[in-house]
């Protein structure tokens, strides 16, 4: 059976004073609505639907390429009205689950549930029990517990109002009824508006049983309305996150301090120091150790490789047993093998650099393949771009490059080579070959330096 996932994305989120679409500003460095649409999707046989009103164009172009279809409200006349806009899309014989793309972290598990109800031919709805239930539509049952109708707070009685199991608005309803009941919809109400949660009325009137299940936690329903609201959910899901790692065999130094905006796996005793953040997908071997300050995008590092304070790794493959850092840059492209080492302030660029060689001071290596057991000395640059084009430095096995180097790229240097400091390599160095490309240096005897005068 189709369920059409209809995601709620039309209100203006005015709180946030923001020129942004409210359901695209980021929890974890993804836009709210993307972390709906990316539950949504684990639901079987799921279409989506994200009704769009302000900042149509915006939302259109940030979903640009996502399987969805868009409705527009031009209009905000409720939240009927607006499930409303993305029934012509919908397939009548199948299942209807309403979310909201300010509500991010509502789980795919919690959505199955209600999607369970509404197979079976019953309302599903999800509601939650808090101690301060104000701003919320409370749940009205009746002497035998069944729920007959949503009120809305500002059309609740006093006794209503004491009502502490509220609506999330997230509920899944067989799309027949749907067709049925929303046309029937008043704006009769406090707000003027045409109310989704009328339905629960006349679902009860009908005797379609309305089932009721609750959320894991609070903050799997929480919405967003300003940049508040935002953060908290932020340190919250963080803090999750922070979890999920340590069960999975890492050690944080503060749990509170380490962020992962994507998605990071660990085998056992890495260890992460404080101030780490992780965007992408991160795969961190065992016994990897982190130090402060690092941010790790879309790497894989391997075993016992050690990460020192400050340093900044993208797009890039490091080998077990490496060291990298403090203050390193290895930027995208790169691949480091096994026991490789790259020091402080050494920003390598698309290069890979073989097992056992060393990069460890003040250099830029962009463009190059380097062999094993190589020692690159300080402050070598590859000149790898002559202001038009990229060029490939060559470096074989067992080749020592003295410090202040310049390779002028296209360049081979061979294995065994040698290549005296302060060298501007501009020709080929074959193997086992010593280069030295300098000023020759002159040495005057007695030489008198220049005295002050008077
Ligand atoms: C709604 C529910 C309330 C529930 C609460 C949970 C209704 C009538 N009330 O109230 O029972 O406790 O959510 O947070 O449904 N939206 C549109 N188009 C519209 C109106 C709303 O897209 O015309 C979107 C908004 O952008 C927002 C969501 O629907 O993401 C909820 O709308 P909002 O007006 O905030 O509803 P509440 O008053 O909070
Ligand atoms: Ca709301």
Not at 25 to 43: C, E, F, S, T, Y
Not at 122 to 144: C, E, F, K, M, S
Not at 256 to 279: L, M, Q
Request: charged share 20%; glycine share 10%; aromatic share 4%.
């Amino acid at each position: 059976m189709t369920t059409d996932i209809v995601i709620l994305a039309a209100g203006q989120g005015s709180r946030m004073k923001s020129s942004l679409p409210k359901v695209l500003h980021a929890v974890a460095g993804k836009p709210m609505v993307k972390h709906v649409l990316d539950q949504a999707r684990n639901i079987e046989q799921a279409k989506l639907h994200v009704v769009i009103g302000h900042g149509a164009e915006l939302l259109e172009t940030a979903l640009d390429g996502e399987q969805l279809t868009f409705s527009l409200q031009k209009e905000q006349l409720g939240t009927g009205h607006a499930v409303a806009q993305a029934l012509p899309n919908v397939d009548p014989e199948g299942i209807t689950l309403i979310l909201y793309g300010d509500v991010p972290l509502t789980r795919s598990e919690t959505m199955q549930q209600l999607v369970n109800s509404a197979t079976k031919g019953h309302l599903g709805l999800l509601t939650v029990h808090l101690q301060n239930p104000a701003g919320y539509g409370r749940i009205i049952r009746n002497d035998a517990n069944k729920v007959i109708a949503i009120v809305e707070q500002k059309d609740a009685s006093q006794e209503q109002l004491k009502v502490t199991e509220v609506n999330t608005g997230i509920m899944a309803v067989p799309t027949k009824l749907l067709l049925e009941w929303l046309p029937k919809l008043s704006s009769n109400n406090a707000q003027g508006e045409y109310y989704l949660t009328d339905i629960i009325a006349m679902a009860s009137e009908q005797d379609v049983s309305i089932e009721t299940q609750h959320p894991a936690c609070e903050q799997e329903v929480q919405g967003v309305n300003n940049r508040v609201q935002l953060a908290e959910l932020e340190r919250w899901h963080q803090l999750q996150q922070a979890e999920t790692l340590m069960l999975n065999g890492a050690t944080l130094a503060d749990p509170s301090r380490v962020d992962v905006r994507g998605n990071v796996s660990v085998a056992g005793d890495v260890i992460i120091d404080v101030n780490v953040v992780f965007e992408g997908d991160v795969v961190l071997g065992h016994g990897v150790l982190i130090e402060p300050n690092c941010i790790i995008k879309n790497a894989t590092i391997g075993d016992n490789t050690h990460i020192r304070a400050n340093s900044v790794i993208e797009d890039s493959t490091i080998a077990a047993n490496c060291d990298v850092g403090p203050f390193a840059r290895i930027r995208p492209g790169t691949q480091l093998a096994a026991g490789a080492k790259v020091g402080n302030f050494v920003e390598i660029k698309k290069a890979i650099v073989g097992e056992g060689s060393k990069i460890n001071h003040l250099s830029y290596v962009g463009d190059a393949v380097i062999g094993k057991n190589t020692n690159i000395g300080a402050g070598t640059i590859t000149c790898n771009y002559d202001g038009v084009n990229k060029s490939l430095t060559e470096i074989g096995d067992q080749v020592f490059i003295g410090s202040n180097t310049a390779l002028v790229a296209p360049i081979k240097v061979g294995s065994g080579a040698t290549v005296g400091a302060g060298s501007i390599i501009t020709k080929e160095v074959t193997e086992n070959q010593l280069a030295v490309a300098r000023g020759k240096q002159t040495n005057l005897s007695n030489w008198q330096r220049p005295v002050k005068k008077g």
